[in-house]
């Protein structure tokens, strides 16, 4: 049971203050009847406004392909982010919709959005070993001995004190290679071929745990059922 007011707020329909002069007008139901007291509590479900069911009331998941040239973060300086692609009404709820994980701005491919926190931190927990796939283009002939030594799990970036865990390569041709990491360390991919001489020219994330962009087009998202993670 929510606070009418703070519901719709807090789903991003209008400010709290708005949201009291919408109940009090009548533009909000529950169960069917006006309810124009605003301090009423309510079951999200059986909330309308203006006819419609609520938008998203139970949290939202989405998997998004993340074009190149927007940012993950959330503060304007940064520059244009991604959520910028989501319509105006997400981009006011509170919790806010943020990404789980994050891509640097040169980077595209899979991002998951979401609003809610303990999704969050299950999935960017070490402890939970989500295995992330990521394509790389990198500036000079690949050696097969990066395979074992990113296989060992005994790579220490510079400046960090624990090696990173193993991790799966692959060489797809002389300049291109997929990576698998379980971990998400500080531009981690770039970093680890950086401490192999190798400059990654491009970076896309094909895969998420068991999920993949498929067809879906750069700058589009879809939304994932509300079990994708459920724990189980
Ligand atoms: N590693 C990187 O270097 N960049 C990313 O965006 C993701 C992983």
């Known amino acids: 049971m ?6 719709l707020a807090n789903l991003g329909y209008c400010s709290r203050r708005e949201a009291r002069g919408w109940i009090q007008a009548g533009r909000v139901t529950v169960r069917g009847a006006v309810n124009d007291d605003f301090g009423a509590k309510a079951d999200p479900a059986d909330v309308r406004v203006d006819g419609e069911p609520l938008d998203h009331p139970d949290g939202l998941l ?36 943020t990404s789980i994980g994050r891509l640097d701005k040169d980077t595209s491919g899979l991002l998951l959005l979401t609003d809610q926190s303990e999704l969050v931190h299950r999935l960017t927990s070490p402890k939970h070993k989500v295995p992330k796939v990521y394509r790389a283009t990198v ?5 097969p001995a990066l395979i074992p030594l990113f296989a060992r799990g005994t790579l220490v970036l510079p400046d960090e004190k624990t090696p990173c865990a193993p991790a799966e390569l692959k060489i797809l041709s002389p ?43 750069a700058g589009q998202w879809r939304e994932l059922p509300p079990d994708t993670f459920a724990v189980t």
């Open 175 to 217: 300049r291109e290679a997929e990576l698998t990491l379980t971990e998400g360390r500080y531009h981690q991919v770039r970093r680890m071929f950086a401490s192999q001489g190798l400059e990654v020219l491009a970076l896309h994330r094909a895969r998420f745990g068991h999920l993949e962009l498929g067809d879906l087009p």
């Open 2 to 7: 929510r606070r009418l007011d703070q519901l």
């Open 62 to 97: 989405l998997l998004l392909h993340k074009p190149v040239g927007l940012v993950c973060s959330h503060e304007v300086r940064e520059g244009p982010n991604v959520y910028s692609l989501l319509p105006p009404r997400w981009r006011e709820r509170n919790p806010p919709v």
């Open 139 to 143: 500036g000079a002939d690949l050696s």
